[in-house]
């Protein structure tokens, strides 16, 4: 069978998953008989979905937490990647740095969030560090593979052109490392959305850990199965435009 067709039909098992989920979903509500604000019912997230949408609330607090994403997608993927490079290609600063960096992935981003927003304040650039810094570990260690996976045979003979250090790493270093790189990037745009997310549980009055945690006091099920599922989709949204760089700038790979 052709990758092609392949690739197709994977889709579209995943999509009739998700449609076999739904009477699922359904049969255990009805089996079950637990009250709505327990397990609420596909009918219940829906109406609930729809009147979030009509009054505003799930778009407006839909772009927050999305505007703290990408920014905080952003700076950790620049942050990640100079540091990468830096690493990389010098030994003695791995040495150096890799105690820190392996000691800051030991504590989790949920005990130090409250500090971070005592010290950076409870606006958006408390959870835009918040969500660089989860994004931050697996963008770098990437990179540094990428970088140190270049053939060293390629250097020769960049060497031998008498190239310049940009021209090898703007011709050789970066095309080499892209595919590592993207596969940083794609681990990092799914957990960006968990950090802005933690930010937001920590102390936010608006974005979806907001609304989150507002359903939850409110005993509203209805509204915290219409944040996750929201949270799913940005995810998958960023993971979809990944997967689509990598497919346009990856094309030589074919």
Not at 62 to 88: D, K, M, Q, R
Not at 98 to 106: D, E
Not at 130 to 142: E, G, K, Q, R, T
Request: charged share 15%.
């Amino acid at each position: 069978m052709k990758p092609k067709t392949l690739h197709t039909l994977s889709r579209w098992l995943g999509i009739l998953s998700i449609l076999l989920g739904i009477p699922a979903w359904m049969l255990v509500v009805r089996i079950s008989g637990l009250p709505k604000f327990i397990l609420p019912s596909p009918v219940d997230v829906w109406l609930r979905f729809l009147k979030a949408l009509n009054d505003g609330s799930l778009l407006y607090h839909t772009g927050i937490t999305l505007s703290e994403i990408l920014l905080g997608l952003l700076v950790g993927v620049c942050f990640a990647t100079v540091t990468g490079y830096a690493l990389a290609k010098s030994r003695t600063l791995e040495t150096v740095l890799s105690p820190y960096l392996v000691a800051s992935q030991a504590i989790p981003i949920v005990a130090i969030a409250p500090l971070l927003v005592i010290w950076l304040g409870d606006g958006i650039l408390s959870k835009v560090v918040i969500c660089a810094l989860i994004v931050f570990f697996p963008v770098l260690v990437n990179t540094v593979v990428g970088v140190r996976a270049v053939p060293t045979a390629l250097y020769d003979m960049m060497h031998s052109l008498r190239a310049t250090r940009w021209q090898i790493l703007l011709k050789l270093e970066l095309p080499a490392s892209l595919p590592i790189l993207l596969g940083g990037l794609r681990i990092g745009a799914t957990l960006s959305v968990i950090g802005a997310i933690v930010g937001e549980l920590v102390d936010a009055e608006q974005g979806l850990g907001f609304l989150l945690q507002l359903g939850d006091f409110q005993y509203d099920t209805s509204m915290v199965f219409v944040a996750v599922f929201t949270l799913i989709a940005l995810a998958l949204s960023l993971y979809g435009v990944v997967t689509l760089l990598e497919r346009r700038f990856l094309k030589w790979q074919k």
